[in-house]
């Protein structure tokens, strides 16, 4: 061992020229370890550990690769034992005591098949430096160790060979391990080497990054520029299409705004009939991805889609989508600023068109209810008021009363309700471009609905069209309408209000509708001046039945009801009222007791209890 100690020696010419040093012909520093220590530690501190460690692994391989060059030239040895020589280089320059515990390398017509050395390092003086400055660190730190072994090496073979620390001083251990292999023997790893030998240099990283810099001011730029044009344009008071016009001449590419139920709000680049196979695509996937907060790119089967969904007052109502011809297209940065200002830009203008609606919509209930109430005794005024809000009057028309109702479990507040409902039937007829008047009152909203409106449809048709439109739209609850007959005075708007509300107490959940007309003559036989005249000739056809009315007899008309409506059938009755036969015929002995024994098969006893009992629903005693 003395004796390489000496042979090393040799190698390591020490001289002295001019008082300065020099090694091997090559001028050298004697820097003490402290010092090193320093530039460590401010190296960290100013650029960062992981630039750091870029900057003392590439120091160190050209170190290694310096002191290789000195072995390679002597033809004397095997390059087994110019290898092994590095170490004792690394000792005798004081970075390190080094010891190689494995050593397997195998090379056959200059190609390497196998290499792989293991050792350990101790005494480090990076590992001692990084504990006297900085403590102990939770990652290896002899960063120009395994840089000037891979450097070496790699000098040595022509290869790409790296060393690397499995144990490291600097954390604590009582030593450093460390091993080398080939560059493609480290797999994973083997991007992660690269980088710290390749990083740029900071100049260069500097430039790339002014570089990104100014792209993303002018990328910042030209989005500022459209969002102040698309602001202009709301200040106009312009609508959607001149927005996605300057979003459109923007991107290039097609620019689609839908609404929560993918109705087309807005579309330009593309045509309705184009647009529906990438619709149907879109549907299907947020079937399965309906949490769309952010700007997101989605690849479809038919195109790549940068969708970012419209927010309003913390609801979804809809989506902005750029559209990209095939699934490979990628996306840029840029587009994705712009779709964000997009989505907001959207959200005001949706708002807008909301407030200015619901501001129409509250002035045509209020005048609805200044007509029901008779407020205008001239028909031409009314006319000529209704004709400010493009709504003709002078015909015939229809005023229809809806109720709905909620199932006990619904606990979502009341006003909320009231206000879902109303939208939904205002948005129902905007929808359909019918003009309409909506009065609102509790659980229930009054419609005045012109015949020219109908598209030749009869008026049952057109609110049953409406009812199972509810039914999809407003959950948990159950819609009832009363519709009152045809009329051509609109001064008479009051008189059809009241037909309305007669024929909805005769609806419920089997036969929702229920018109004037159904009622037939006791319809118009039933007046409010004649009210306590039919409550009398109620009370003397149903006798007991109708006498200090409590919970069960409430139970005993709807049966007798029921059966008078099904003809007198028993099981279509029963069935009905969810009740065995036998339990019906009970409550018909219970029925029949209270009418004094009179016989409810009989026609004629048939028609006056139907009578009555319609009129008592009515007037609402029942």
């Known amino acids: 061992m003395k004796n390489q100690y000496l042979l090393l020696n040799d190698k390591l010419s020490i001289s002295q ?14 820097i003490p370890t402290k010092a090193f220590g320093i530039l460590q530690r401010d190296l960290i501190n100013n650029i960062g550990i992981k630039r750091m460690k870029a900057f003392f692994f590439r120091y160190g ?33 004081g970075h390190v005591r080094a010891k190689v515990t494995r050593q397997d390398l195998q090379i056959e017509d200059g190609i390497i098949n196998t290499l792989r050395f293991m050792g350990t390092w101790e005494n480090s003086y990076e590992a001692e430096q990084h504990i006297h400055n900085l403590g102990h660190s939770d990652n290896p730190v002899c960063f120009t160790l395994t840089g000037y072994a891979s450097g070496y090496v790699s000098t040595l073979l022509g290869e790409e060979v790296f060393f690397k620390e499995i144990q490291c001083a600097g954390t604590g251990a009582p030593c450093c391990i460390w091993e080398g292999r080939l560059l493609t023997d480290w797999q994973e790893e083997a991007n992660d080497l690269l980088f710290y030998s390749r990083e740029l240099p900071i100049l260069q990283e500097l430039e790339q990054t002014n570089e990104k810099l100014l792209i993303e001011k002018n990328n910042l730029a030209m989005v500022t520029k459209i969002n102040t044009e698309l602001t ?17 001449r923007q991107i290039k590419h097609p620019v689609v705004v839908e609404d929560i ?18 619709k149907k695509d879109f549907i299907n996937y947020l079937k399965t991805n309906n949490s769309i907060i952010n700007p997101t ?20 109502i809809g989506y902005c989508s750029f559209l990209y011809e095939d699934s490979t297209t990628s996306t840029n940065e840029i587009d994705t600023m712009i779709i964000g200002r997009l989505s907001s830009i959207c959200s005001m203008l949706i708002l807008n068109e909301k407030t200015k609606l619901e501001s129409m919509e509250r002035i045509k209930g209020h005048f609805l209810e200044e007509i029901i109430s008779g407020k205008y005794p001239s028909k031409q005024e009314i006319i000529k008021k209704a004709g400010y809000i493009q709504l003709n009057l002078s015909g015939d028309y229809y005023v229809v009363l809806l109720s709905y109702t909620f199932t006990d479990h619904y606990v979502e507040n009341k006003l909320t309700v009231h206000t879902h409902a109303y939208e939904t039937v205002a948005s129902y007829f905007t929808e359909k471009n019918i003009n309409v008047l909506i009065g609102q009152r509790p659980d229930s909203l009054i419609i005045l609905l012109p015949n020219n409106q109908l598209d030749k449809k009869n008026i049952e048709h057109s609110i049953h069209s409406l009812l199972s439109f509810l039914k999809r739209k407003v959950k948990n609850a159950l819609f009832l309408a009363g519709i009152s007959s045809k009329n051509s005075n609109i001064t008479e708007a009051g008189i059809s209000f009241e037909e309305a509300r007669s024929a909805l107490r005769l609806s ?19 007046t409010e001046q004649n009210e306590k005249a039919i409550q009398k000739i109620i009370r003397g056809t149903l006798g007991n039945l109708y006498e200090n009315t409590d919970h069960n007899k409430v139970e005993l008309i709807e049966t007798l009801y029921n059966f008078l409506i099904n003809g007198g059938n028993l099981e279509q009755t029963a069935e009905k009222l969810a009740l065995s036969v036998s339990g019906l015929r009970y409550r018909l002995n219970k029925i029949m007791d209270l009418l004094g024994r009179r016989d409810i098969r009989e026609p004629e006893v048939q028609f006056q209890m139907m009578l009555a009992l319609k009129a008592l629903k009515i007037i609402g005693n029942g």
């Not at 020229?17 to 004697?30: F, H």
């Not at 040895?77 to 110019?82: P, R």
């Open 17 to 30: 020229t001019d008082e300065l040093l020099y090694v091997n012909n090559k001028r050298s520093l004697m």
């Open 61 to 93: 391989w050209q170190l290694g690769k310096e002191d290789s060059k000195e072995i390679g030239m002597d033809q004397s040895m095997t390059m087994l034992e110019k290898i092994l020589h590095g170490p004792f280089f690394h000792a005798l320059k």
């Open 232 to 248: 202009a344009e709301i200040i106009k008071g312009n609508n959607i299409d001149t927005i996605l016009d300057i979003v459109y």
């Open 261 to 278: 139920h993918f109705q087309v709000l807005g579309l330009k680049g593309i045509s309705i009939e184009g647009y529906e196979s990438s």
């Open 297 to 316: 790119v989605t690849y479809l089967d038919n195109n790549t889609r940068l969708v970012a969904p419209i927010f309003l007052q913390d609801k979804r």
């Open 508 to 526: 419920r959940s089997e036969v929702p509708i229920t018109t004037f007309d159904d009622l037939g003559i006791i319809g118009v036989l039933i």
